[in-house]
């Protein structure tokens, strides 16, 4: 089991900044990629960005060159700098644990709310 405990959210203006990091623990060896997921109301959850082992990263296109994934592996954290946010980017943000190799290794930690004013 891995568990994971998200921190940064909180209520910013358009064009400010956020930071999120994501704190992981447990069976850390089982995961590979690790990453960030968020749900707006009323849609389906999406992938924001994630980060492999091997630090190679993935971004949905609506946060290219505006947000930033990176990893401290020494402390088991993964984070997430979003720069230039705007009003939809508004969303419950979920870390996200899994194994690229084994689907069923998959950790979500709680969510942490981001809300952007315009």
């Known amino acids: 089991q891995v568990q994971l405990v998200e921190s940064g959210g909180g209520l910013v203006q358009a064009g400010g900044s956020l930071k999120l990091s994501c704190a992981a623990s447990?069976?850390?060896?089982?995961?590979?990629?690790m990453g960030w997921y968020r749900q707006a109301p009323g849609k389906q959850r999406e992938l924001v960005a994630e980060i492999r082992s091997g630090f190679n990263t993935n971004y949905a296109d609506s946060v290219k060159g505006r947000f930033t994934i990176s990893r401290d592996n020494a402390k088991n954290t993964v984070y997430l700098q979003m720069n230039s946010l705007k009003p939809e980017d508004t969303a419950v943000y979920y870390c996200?644990?899994?194994?690229?190799?084994?689907?069923?290794?998959?950790?979500w930690g709680q969510g942490t709310q981001v809300t952007v004013s315009s």
């Open positions: 996200i644990a899994r194994n690229v190799y084994r689907g069923s290794y998959v950790y």
């Open positions: 447990g069976s850390i060896s089982s995961i590979n990629v």
